[in-house]
């Protein structure tokens, strides 16, 4: 995959370079969220390994399962992460609970450390789709649209082989997230007052994102003639009504 740095043997794909600046990036979004919640700026540094890292290994799986006949081929696949391949609903799973446990060792409000980091999340997701771009993954169908992008033939599907240009569903929701996140901060000066609302609001607007993209994605799995990940967007945009709605008419001042 492409390289944005090479040292000898050793490379920096731009993959991990995009991750690596939405986590960062998130990281100085969240920092005056945290400060108005009294979340010490250690707590919220060593926040980001319990749930970047334990986010990571649920995406990997996540994605190992999407894709399990690929893998099952040849397993040694499964730990190269560089060539991509990270599932970001296993991701939000696996994050969830790194932080869950995070949040308890430090005694920290586990709702209000996720609505802090909510937004950053939207962020990173945002700024992580461009990966998908320079590994040539997670694109749609053919198409003739002036924005389509062109796919090289190792990486597109055997019934299009022939076809040059493909939807860019990575910009689509790369532009879908950076659009919610607009959204998700002007409202959270409303939302904040009550834990859990800021979380609830990100939810629905990542999943109603991720469930409409779906539609021109081939390459996810399917359960019952359904795209899996539709399935789990929907879940995830009930969990965050459900937040939502819980939090109504409920004020928490900041702790």
């Known amino acids: 995959m492409a390289a944005a740095v090479s040292l000898g043997p050793l490379a920096v794909h731009w993959y991990s ?8 990036a998130g990281y100085f979004l969240a920092k005056p969220e945290a400060r108005r919640f009294r979340i010490e700026p250690r707590a919220l540094q060593e926040s980001i390994f319990f749930g970047v890292i334990p986010g990571i290994i649920g995406a990997r799986l996540y994605h190992v399962l999407d894709e399990f006949g690929y893998y099952a081929a040849d397993p040694g696949r499964v730990l190269a992460i560089w060539n991509g391949g990270l599932g970001i609903l296993g991701g939000l799973a696996g994050g969830l609970l790194g932080l869950w446990y995070f949040a308890r060792r430090c005694r920290i409000s586990l709702l209000r450390l996720l609505d802090v ?3 950053s999340v939207l962020l990173a997701q945002g700024i992580g789709r461009f990966g998908n771009w320079t590994n040539q993954e997670a694109f749609g169908p053919p198409t ?3 924005w389509g992008v062109p796919i090289d033939p190792p990486h597109r599907p055997a019934e299009h082989a022939t076809s040059t240009h493909f939807h860019p569903t990575f910009f689509y929701e790369a532009a879908w997230d950076f659009l919610g996140l607009v959204a998700l901060l002007l409202l959270r000066p409303k939302l904040r007052a009550t834990p859990g609302r800021v979380l609830g609001a990100y939810l629905v607007v990542y999943a109603t994102g991720r469930f409409v993209v779906e539609f021109w994605r081939f390459d996810t799995a399917h359960v019952a003639g359904l795209p899996l990940a539709q399935l789990v967007a929907v879940a995830i945009a009930g969990t965050g009504i459900w ?10 001042t900041a702790s």
Do not use: E
């Open 17 to 24: 370079v995009f991750i690596l600046a939405g986590a960062i």
């Open 117 to 119: 980091w909510a937004p």
């Open 144 to 146: 003739d649209l002036p």
């Open 243 to 252: 937040l939502l709605a819980r939090g109504r008419g409920r004020t928490v």
